[in-house]
């Protein structure tokens, strides 16, 4: 099973990234499926979610309102679209599949390898 995620890179105040999570070896589609953010001396930390069916959709309030969480089942993959990026929102990106807790990091079962988002001012 493998996660690949891809999408980062350098961008200023601002700007919009959009990340993709696709998932290889197995299919996600009866579950949730989430992203993190790791920023240097930080711990991991949720960032969004989505449930099963696509309709649920949980946010960090930090990014609520900027950031959009998305699924496509039939290419088992799932998105981050960034929007209005800050400098605080540099970190590696990492995307997640298969929790009983959607905002734990520890309660998921597989993890993509991260991308590098950074937001220059």
């Known amino acids: 099973v493998q996660l690949q995620a891809s999408g980062g890179g350098l961008v200023q105040t601002g700007d919009s990234l959009r990340l993709s999570c696709a998932a290889s070896?197995?299919?996600?589609?009866?579950?949730?499926m989430g992203w993190f953010r790791q920023a240097p001396g930080k711990e991991r930390e949720f960032v969004a979610a989505i449930d099963w069916s696509g309709i649920g959709t949980y946010y960090a309030d930090s990014v609520r309102g900027r950031f959009t969480i998305s699924r496509d089942k039939a290419k088992n993959t799932v998105y981050l679209q960034m929007d209005s990026l800050k400098t605080e929102d540099t970190a590696v990106y990492y995307c997640a599949a298969d929790t009983y807790n959607i905002y734990s990091p520890k309660a998921y079962s597989y993890w993509g390898q991260g991308t590098q988002v950074t937001v220059s001012s």
């Open positions: 070896g197995r299919t996600f589609s009866s579950q949730g």
